[in-house]
T-cell receptor
Framework: EAGVAQSPRYKIIEKRQSVAFWCNPISGHATLYWYQQILGQGPKLLIQFQNNGVVDDSQLPKDRFSAERLKGVDSTLKIQPAKLEDSAVYLC?????????????FGPGTRLTVT | AQSVTQLGSHVSVSEGALVLLRCNYSSSVPPYLFWYVQYPNQGLQLLLKYTSAATLVKGINGFEAEFKKSETSFHLTKPSAHMSDAAEYFCAVTIMDSNYQLIWGAGTKLIIKP
């Protein structure tokens, strides 16, 4: 079974530029999560999708971050414009629906450096 | 509200020694508890989980954890450390009413000395 795929793996941009990350969850997984992990901290949930609907985006800085999950499969997270404090690893995770929703499977992450 | 506290941002043990990583949680209702491992430049991998069945849970790579309700703890142990265990370990908690959102600890970096 293929795991969660993310791209790119690394990205370096200047502040005020925009950037987009892509995630393809495990086939059949209805729930998709985007996390931000700052060095030395645990992951922080940014947004949770159930199929193509948003379940929770309360911690997403909506003035600069946006995310979509068209067709309920892959997802894109965008930052525009980026700030220095956005430097972090962005993790995508997915989980099966109904049973075992609490089990999350993570992709390798995208390491973003904002200079 | 749920919370997770991991004692020690860094833990150093000798190869072959006992590994003990501490996790305490706070939850007003019965929780589900997890340990995840993160190797350098990789995503998080589920190590083991407690979901209200047996209180002693065995995971991958020889790790196990015991749920102790009276102590609100879910410490991770391994009898004999191996160099390949060097990684960062995260404890997380969730409850059914939270839509299964995970609340994460800050992580403990495990260092193995040869």
């Amino acid at each position: 079974e293929a795991g969660v795929a993310q791209s790119p793996r690394y990205k370096i941009i200047e502040k005020r530029q925009s950037v987009a990350f892509w995630c393809n969850p495990i086939s059949g997984h209805a729930t998709l999560y985007w996390y931000q992990q700052i060095l030395g901290q645990g992951p922080k949930l940014l947004i949770q999708f159930q199929n193509n609907g948003v379940v929770d985006d309360s911690q997403l800085p909506k003035d600069r971050f946006s995310a979509e999950r068209l067709k309920g499969v892959d997802s894109t997270l965008k930052i525009q414009p980026a700030k220095l404090e956005d430097s972090a690893v962005y993790l995508c995770a997915s989980s099966p629906s109904i049973l075992a929703r609490y089990e999350q499977y993570f992709g390798p992450g995208t390491r973003l450096t904002v200079t | 509200a749920q919370s997770v506290t991991q004692l020690g941002s860094h833990v150093s043990v000798s190869e072959g020694a006992l590994v003990l990583l501490r996790c305490n949680y706070s939850s007003s209702v019965p929780p589900y508890l997890f340990w995840y491992v993160q190797y350098p430049n990789q995503g998080l991998q589920l190590l083991l989980k407690y979901t209200s069945a047996a209180t002693l849970v065995k995971g991958i790579n020889g790790f196990e954890a015991e749920f102790k309700k009276s102590e609100t703890s879910f410490h991770l142990t391994k009898p004999s450390a191996h160099m390949s265990d060097a990684a960062e370990y995260f404890c997380a908690v969730t409850i059914m009413d939270s839509n299964y959102q995970l609340i994460w600890g800050a992580g403990t970096k495990l260092i193995i000395k040869p």
